[in-house]
């Protein structure tokens, strides 16, 4: 199977025409507005969506069948664009991107989100650094947005979250921004579509934190401005890609602040524990290792999540797709 490494417009046109889709219909597809597509595509090899835009278009190239992504194959050959040093660069879809320190990234074959391994191994973890071994996994790199879970609603017809708004899909300003409204059980009812699984509790921590048990993502210094808490004064959620320079050890973005997630750790009957903060919180509730709890049920506007899955599922998975 193709995997687009940076798309633009060029590889977005030619992706739905081999689906042979109208720009209305590939644009419901992605989870975006009309005119978007259409500036994208107008753009052609001068425009590069963003991140969660380009997981968004590998995750429909990665679902489509044989038939259509030879055709879409036979339209990038067509169009020469590989032959150019910004182009797009067609590797196997299990092929995964050197990182330093030995780390490596995949598009994850189902959702086609970018994921990267969390070596086996220990960590410290809580509030007293207790040492915890955990076996290789993956981590989404961004928390789930609105676009991923658009997708998800659309393949399942799950219940939509209510700051969409009418019968459509999550606006533009805010598809890059991570989904919110969600019960854990909307969160893992994502999980499963995915063949992924909600972190527990030492695994998002590890994600955040390291092995050396830091206290923050970027260290143990206290820089509020690294991430979306309530002194940044946003008030409200951020596209996920927005705070690099607070990103974690493992390259992995918003363990502190924007939304407080989900994790598969239950803290007693009916109730699961969060990590990492939100925009509506004080940045000292920011600490990876900081308690916090909820009813399954709970949903508001300052609540996501992100997925982890098995470093061997993962080799499975794809080992299936290429």
């Known amino acids: 199977m193709p995997i687009v490494r940076i798309w633009s417009g060029v590889e977005i046109r030619a992706l739905r025409e081999a689906k042979r889709m109208s720009i209305r219909a590939f644009a419901a597809h992605l989870g975006v507005s009309e005119r978007m597509v259409s500036k994208w595509e107008a753009g052609a090899e001068g425009i590069h969506p963003r991140p969660v835009n380009q997981a968004a278009l590998d995750s429909s190239l990665s679902a489509s069948s044989s038939d259509v992504q030879a055709r ?95 019968d459509g899909g999550p606006s533009d300003e805010i598809f890059d921004h991570p989904v919110v409204f969600v019960t854990w059980r909307d969160a893992s009812a994502y999980a499963e579509w995915t063949a992924k699984v909600l972190p527990t509790s030492e695994q998002w921590e590890k994600v955040a934190r390291g092995v050396r048990g830091d206290v923050y993502p970027w260290g143990n210094q206290l820089t509020p401005a690294k991430c979306n808490v309530r002194e940044a004064g946003i008030g409200k959620t951020t596209p996920v890609s927005r705070y690099h320079s607070g990103a974690s050890p493992y390259g992995v973005y918003d363990m502190c602040g924007n939304a407080w997630e989900w994790l598969s750790t239950s803290s007693g009957q009916d109730r699961c524990e969060l990590k990492g903060s939100a925009f509506t919180s004080p940045f000292v509730r920011a600490t990876p290792s900081t308690f916090n709890d909820a009813s399954i049920d709970m949903m508001d506007d300052d609540t996501g999540f992100r997925c982890v899955t098995p470093a061997e599922t993962m080799r499975a998975l794809l080992k299936m797709a290429g």
């Not at 071994?133 to 790199?141: E, G, H, I, K, T």
């Open 72 to 166: 879409f194959s036979g339209l990038i050959t067509a169009s020469g664009i590989q032959s150019s040093d910004e182009a797009t660069d067609v590797v196997p879809s299990g092929s995964g991107i050197p990182l330093p320190g030995g780390q490596h990234q995949v598009r994850h074959p189902i959702d086609g989100k970018l994921m990267t391994l969390i070596d086996a191994g220990i960590h410290l973890h809580g509030p007293a650094n207790e040492p915890v071994y955990l076996p290789a996994f993956y981590s989404d790199v961004f928390p789930t947005t609105n676009a991923d879970y658009a997708r998800f609603v659309a393949a399942t017809d799950h219940r939509r979250p209510q700051h969409w708004g009418g």
